[in-house]
């Protein structure tokens, strides 16, 4: 499985109070298929229709957020962050400051084209056999 590493500028912390460190070394991880599908559950919500709208037949629908789903699969793609260990909580990014979570999303951003890359040399290859 492929991984990228960098480190973010300000860090995340680990631990508590005056056992808390600054964790700076990242590491990404190739999503896998299981990521990808809990990331799409964990990104529905279940919308009820009002009392006037089921009077007219509406039902219950299940609607997934795309910025949610984002945020869940970087979650997941974070295999750790110095000593702590991935998926990161949702919690955990709204603590990154904003230079960091910048730098999380332009490199899994980066990770992702050179994935997609790699994979589509083997197909290439593959074919032309």
């Known amino acids: 499985m492929a ?6 500028e300000h860090g995340l912390t680990f631990g508590k109070g005056i056992d808390a460190e600054m964790q700076y070394d990242v590491v990404l991880r190739e999503l896998t298929t299981g990521d990808i599908i809990d990331a799409r559950e964990a990104a529905e919500k279940v ?3 009002n009392v006037e709208e089921i009077k007219t037949g509406a039902r219950p629908m299940t609607v997934v957020s795309e910025v949610q789903v984002g945020l869940e699969l970087a979650r997941r793609q974070v295999a750790n962050v ?5 998926p990161l909580t949702v919690a955990q990014l709204r603590k990154l400051h904003p230079a960091d979570f910048e730098a999380l999303n332009n490199n899994l951003k980066l ?4 994935l ?4 589509a040399r083997g197909r290439v290859e593959q074919s032309s056999e």
């Open 3 to 8: 991984k990228h590493e960098f480190q973010f």
């Open 47 to 49: 919308i009820f229709p």
């Open 82 to 86: 110095g000593e702590i260990q991935g």
């Open 111 to 114: 990770f992702d084209d050179a």
């Open 116 to 119: 997609a890359v790699a994979e």
